[in-house]
């Protein structure tokens, strides 16, 4: 089964609108650390916000929220406000366990676009 | 934040010779790096674990005598691939993260690769 999963290939948002990106995950570990990053086409990962299994509210960075559902496995990532610069694929990931050795699953991204 | 550096950002080269890759974490230290190999459009795909002072783990699939990597200390790992073909052109991304379950993943600035 997948880890990660994003259903979405490819979103379009109007600019200044809100959008929500999916991610679902699957895992047995009760500890678990769930992540966004965002790829423009320049290539660099930027990582944009983080969500542990532990948490009891769900994680806010500015414009990103992560909304957490951890009963149904979910963690989907809310941008608010929508600017141009905001297109670019989307990746969700999660780190299972502690250690700096656990590597991180990655979904198959999300393509968005912001629309003028 | 923590920053990690990868050299070089784009290299050409001709098939059958060899091209290194350098990632360097620059202000902590990573007994772990992870090395990806992404195609277009498509999510990160993990090739291979580099551990400081061991041999890499690698990926199913993936060739140990083809990908060398070489972690010799705590900051600097090396991705070689050896007798380059033009299906190995690829954008190839190094990553370390820190210990601890919210330790988030830091990416190099990735580096394509286009064998002629």
């Known amino acids: 089964a997948q880890k990660i999963t994003q259903t979405q290939p490819g979103m379009f948002v109007q600019e200044k609108e809100a959008v929500t990106l999916d991610c679902t995950y699957d895992?047995?570990?009760?500890?678990?650390?769930l992540f966004w990053y965002k790829q423009p086409s320049s290539g660099e990962m930027i990582f944009l916000i983080y969500?542990?299994?532990?948490?009891?509210q769900n994680a806010t960075e500015g414009r990103y929220s992560l909304n957490f559902q951890k009963a149904r496995k979910s963690a989907n990532l809310v941008i608010s406000a929508s600017q141009l610069g905001d297109s670019a694929m989307y990746f969700c990931?999660?780190?299972?366990?502690?250690?700096?050795?656990?590597?991180?699953?990655f979904g198959t991204g999300t393509s968005l676009t912001v629309i003028p | 934040g923590a920053v990690v550096s990868q050299h070089p950002s784009r290299v050409i080269c001709k098939s059958g010779t060899s091209v290194k890759i350098e990632c360097r974490s620059l202000?902590?230290?990573?007994?772990?790096m992870f090395w990806y190999r992404q195609f277009p459009k498509q999510s990160l795909m993990l090739m291979a674990t580099?551990?400081?002072?061991?041999?890499?783990?690698?990926e199913q699939g993936v060739e140990k005598d083809k990908f060398l990597i070489n972690h010799a200390s705590l900051t600097l790992s090396t991705l070689t691939v050896t007798s380059a073909h033009p299906e190995d052109s690829s954008f190839y991304i190094c990553?370390?993260?820190?210990?601890?379950?919210?330790?988030?993943?830091?990416f190099g600035s990735g580096t394509q690769l286009s064998v002629l």
């Open positions: 580099s551990n400081e002072g061991s041999k890499a783990t690698y």
């Open positions: 895992t047995s570990d009760p500890s678990y650390g």
């Open positions: 969500q542990g299994s532990y948490d009891q």
């Open positions: 202000d902590f230290q990573a007994t772990t």
């Open positions: 990931a999660m780190r299972e366990g502690l250690g700096a050795g656990n590597q991180f699953y």
């Open positions: 990553s370390a993260a820190g210990t601890g379950l919210y330790e988030k993943l830091f």
